[in-house]
Structures are given as C-alpha cells and as structure tokens.
C-alpha cells in the first residue's frame, strides 16, 4: 500500500511531499513550514481505516480544507486543497487510499473533482472582492497583508518622535541663544 501525497500549490508549485500516517505538520514537525503563522506542531496527518485523516493541533491560525478552517479530524479526499500558514497543498490519495470520504453516503469514491461540487468561496462581502480577482475556481485567494499595529499605536509613535525633534530643536535654539 503505498502512501499519499501533498502536491504544493503555494509558495513552491509542484513540490510532492509523501505523507505518512502520524506525520505532524508545522515549523517543528515533520514536514517542516517556515512560516511564522504556523504552529511547531500545527497538524498531524492520520490513517483511520485506510482513509486519510488531517486534525488540526490546537494552532492559533488554524488549519483550512477547501477554505474552510477545520475542528477534529477531517477526512481527506482526492484533489482538497489543504492550507497550513501560506502554504496550500492539493491532497492525492495513491493506490490503496480510496480517497472517499466517511461521509459519502455509498454514493461511490468522493473526491473526484466531478462529483465532488467546488468549496463556497463567498462567505462574507470582504472575500468575495477578494475572491473575484480572477482566481481560478476552487483555488485560494491570496490571503490579505495583515497590520501588526493597530492606527492609533502608529499614530502615537508619529505623534512622540515629532514631539522630540520640536524639543530637541528648542533646546538647541536656547543653547545658541545663551552663547
């Protein structure tokens, strides 16, 4: 029985990492991300019962399938787009994986990109404006550049260095005034 696979999307297209059942995700794990938005040990990647199963480890920035962030286990299926940090991996089940999820209801092997129907990428006004920058259906927007401060710190740092340059300079004009 042979393993499954992460084919990277994003940031290295084509990269092909084989997962192994108990293989943990993150910038300390065994397959390894550099990436400061992920965890140490960020997800782990199980088999249960010849399905592959991906769970998020309790990050703080979660764990996505097909855009949509994970609780538990999941199962994994032919072609789901699995998102850790900046990275996006498409899952492909080989020989020995069938690849359908728990969930299937018998209707044959899920996961197939005909049967299965594409993630809902409109969930909120913000995301479909990002979204609708002409990305290929079933592919992730690209995640917007976050602030690390909010305005009112920035401003208050504007606001204090403005405050010793002006001080600063009246200290030298009084300087050259007593001179």
């Not at 995700?25 to 794990?29: A, F």
């Not at 399938?65 to 286990?73: C, D, L, T």
């Not at 699995?82 to 940090?85: H, K, N, P, Q, S």
């Given at each position: 029985m042979s393993e499954p696979v992460l084919l990277e999307v994003r940031p290295a297209s084509g990269r092909e990492l084989p997962v192994r059942p108990g293989a943990t995700?993150?910038?300390?794990?065994d397959i390894a991300i550099d990436d400061g938005d992920v965890s140490r040990?960020?997800?782990?990647?199980?088999l249960v019962e010849a399905?592959?199963?991906?769970?998020?480890?309790g990050s703080t920035n979660g764990t996505f399938?097909?855009?949509?962030?994970?609780?538990?286990?999941v199962a994994l299926a032919d072609g789901d787009l699995?998102?850790?940090?900046a990275t996006v991996w498409?899952?492909?089940?080989?020989?020995?994986?069938?690849?359908?999820?728990?969930?299937?209801?018998?209707a044959?092997?899920?996961?197939?990109?005909?049967?299965?129907?594409?993630?809902?990428?409109?969930?909120?006004?913000?995301?479909?404006a990002i979204a609708s920058s002409a990305q290929p259906p079933g592919e992730f927007a690209p995640e917007p550049s976050r602030r690390r401060a909010s305005a009112a710190r920035r401003m208050g740092a504007t606001v204090l260095a403005v405050a010793v340059v002006v001080l600063t300079a009246a200290a030298v004009v009084i300087y050259l005034?007593?001179?």
């Open positions: 995700i993150g910038r300390e794990g040990q960020h997800a782990q990647v199980r399905t592959a199963m991906i769970e998020d480890l399938v097909n855009e949509e962030r994970i609780a538990g286990a699995v998102r850790i940090g498409r899952f492909q089940a080989t020989a020995g994986h069938s690849g359908a999820r728990p969930d299937a209801g018998g044959g092997p899920a996961g197939h990109r005909g049967e299965v129907p594409p993630p809902d990428l409109t969930g909120s006004a913000v995301h479909r005034a007593m001179s």
